[in-house]
């Protein structure tokens, strides 16, 4: 956290870190991994508190994925300390797994299986119990809305329903702790949809989620708390509404015209010492409304979760 | 999308059903049986084509080699031919059932399919999930490995209480060979770079073990590697408990099946283990 001062970290909540709070679902604290050249993890400090939906987002290659990985100890810090669920992994990170789901970004599911042998297997390795394994498989379908395609064979399934599979696989054990990462990557928006429904129940259920997106929307309709990541650690969190007035004010003008038209405003934005970003087929400048009138002519908008990670990350997004 | 499901089942306090009260530990039953539970479900589709192709593989071998060399050479020893294929060529049929499922499945599996990284997910460790599907392998080159002698009575070999170790001494050497393939997996770059291993490594183990002739013919360099060939030791074993000739000699071709095991077993999960965390 060295690229964030002291101020800036009371501000966000940060002051709890080193001590980690009763009842965080997951904390790590100082947590570097390197893949030879290549630093995935730079000195990463998070806390997720029980009962939340935490929304990671970040660009791609911030390290993302590499952190869920950690979580389930399928890759280890080379250093700082990770505790899930209480447990301390690596050590104890079998245990945090027999607690804990996880809906990964790519599909893994077994083809050559049907709906009900695949969440049969996994009842198993999650050590449900053979007289509740039957009504949790159909519990599992029920959430997944896969009743209705139980004895069918994966590979005959849309998309739309392996994703929700992956989820229901997930959620054989009744966890209190659920990961997903990159839960809607790559689906239609209708699909989308379903699987907001189906997180948001989550979350209403008492279960703490950990939802690593680059999906802004995503990120803004779902998430309590949002932790903007990049470049292997996290450099702002709030809630999406916290971090959209600290970051991007109130409000947004967009400045449309011809590519000569832009770069002049692009200058005069930089002159003036305005935060602004390309969007599109315009120019965006961040708080609008402290100009004073003296912002240039254009769309005003209210300041959105994009705005103000843009100008955390200074990456566009999609 | 039933949302409500989750919420009106789980109530306000979620939690597991199985989770709190259990405690997990090392190479626990549970986990194997999970692990092993898939690949039965996997086998119920497969079945017929895997015993179809166990029961012709040695029925070929039989009439070529039997029908073949045994016009020429009516006995081996103090054996007939029949009797000397039928045994040794359990030995291949397990060999087979176990070296090519350890180094196919298990590179479809963790690169293909990334099976291996779901049920990492879940409460199963590397030592578990790859001791789980070398016994899976070697369960069924054990079963399967009995095929030849099955065949071989009807070629007129004569049924042996003996055979009924034949399963044991198939699952030891499975067990082996099918470290050995996961091994093979675990440090191939491409599925590609099986050829060489197939060619270079099995296929001479294959023929030079007794199989199909003595080892005892070939120049004494030669025979000194056969002798440290383990499918040499299980094709020994197996043919002396089939005829009924065991002594003590096959207590030495045991235990260097065993120790075979034993080493491959650790290999694979060393060499494997390293690649499936990162």
């Given amino acids: 956290m060295d690229a964030v001062s002291d101020s800036e970290e009371a501000e966000r909540g940060f002051e709890g870190r080193l001590t980690p709070r009763a009842g965080a679902a997951i904390s790590l604290r100082g947590v570097h991994k390197r893949f030879g050249e290549i630093t995935a993890v730079d000195g990463l400090d998070l806390e997720v508190p029980s009962g939340v939906c935490f929304g990671l987002l970040g660009p791609n290659g911030a390290g993302k994925s590499t952190t869920m990985r950690m979580l389930t100890a399928q890759a280890l810090a080379d250093t700082g300390e990770i505790s899930v669920l209480g447990y301390e992994l690596p050590r104890e990170s079998k245990q945090s797994r027999l607690e804990m789901g996880v809906v990964p970004q790519l599909d893994n599911l077994d083809v050559e299986l049907t709906c009900r042998q695949i969440l049969t297997v996994f009842a198993r390795l999650y050590r449900v119990p053979r007289p509740q394994r039957t009504a949790a498989v159909d519990r599992a379908l029920a959430i997944a809305n896969l009743s209705h395609r139980a004895d069918t064979i994966v590979r005959e399934l849309s998309g739309g329903m392996r994703r929700r599979l992956l989820v229901a696989r997930g959620l054989i054990h009744r966890p209190r702790l659920v990961l997903l990462d990159e839960p809607t990557v790559g689906l239609d928006p209708q699909v989308r949809q379903e699987l907001w429904t189906l997180i948001d129940g989550l979350r209403a259920g008492g279960v703490t989620v950990l939802m690593s997106t680059h999906y802004i929307e995503e990120a803004e309709r779902l998430a309590d708390t949002v932790a903007v990541m990049s470049a292997g650690r996290i450099i702002a969190q709030g809630t999406p509404a916290e971090l959209v007035r600290e970051h991007a004010g109130e409000e947004v003008v967009e400045v449309y015209g011809p590519p000569d038209t832009l770069a002049r405003v692009a200058a005069l934005a930089a002159d003036s010492g305005w935060s602004s970003r390309r969007s599109g087929p315009a120019v965006a400048i961040m708080r609008a409304e402290t100009l004073d009138g003296g912002a240039p002519q254009g769309v005003r908008r209210p300041a959105n979760l994009e705005d103000a990670f843009v100008a955390l990350t200074g990456e566009e997004i999609e | ?278």
């Fill in chain 2, 1 to 278: 999308m039933s949302a409500s499901a989750h919420s009106s089942g789980a109530g306000s306090q979620p939690g597991p059903q199985a989770g709190a009260a259990a405690r997990v530990g090392r190479l626990e039953p549970a986990a194997l049986a999970g692990v092993m539970s898939r690949d039965v479900a996997i086998f119920g589709r497969y079945w017929r084509a895997t015993t179809f192709s166990s029961i012709v593989q040695p029925t070929i071998y039989l009439l070529a080699f039997g029908l073949g060399f045994g016009a020429l050479y009516h006995r081996v020893g103090h054996l007939t031919y029949v009797q000397y294929v039928a045994t040794g060529v359990v030995a291949t049929a397990v060999l087979f059932s176990s070296a090519f499922p350890g180094m196919f499945n298990t590179f479809i599996r963790w690169q293909f399919q990334r099976t291996y990284d779901a049920m990492l997910a879940a409460p199963v460790d590397v030592e578990e999930l790859i001791t789980a599907e070398i016994l899976w392998i070697s369960l069924r080159a054990g079963v399967y490995g009995m095929a030849p002698l099955v065949v071989g009575i009807f070629f007129g070999l004569e049924p042996n209480p003996g055979m009924l170790l034949v399963p044991l001494i198939g699952f030891v050497t499975g067990f082996g060979f099918a470290g050995f393939g996961v091994t093979v997996a675990a440090v191939a770059k491409t599925i590609d770079n099986f050829n060489y291993i197939t060619s270079a490594v099995l296929t001479p183990l294959f023929l030079v073990a007794g199989t199909f002739f003595p080892i005892s013919t070939l120049p004494a360099g030669l025979r000194a590697i056969a002798e440290i060939n383990p499918l040499y030791h299980c094709v020994q074993l197996v043919r002396d408990a089939s005829l009924g000739h065991l002594g003590p000699y096959d207590l030495g071709h045991a235990a260097v099946l065993i120790a075979f095991a034993l080493l491959m077993w650790r290999l694979a999960i060393s060499q494997l283990g390293r690649r499936l965390i990162d």
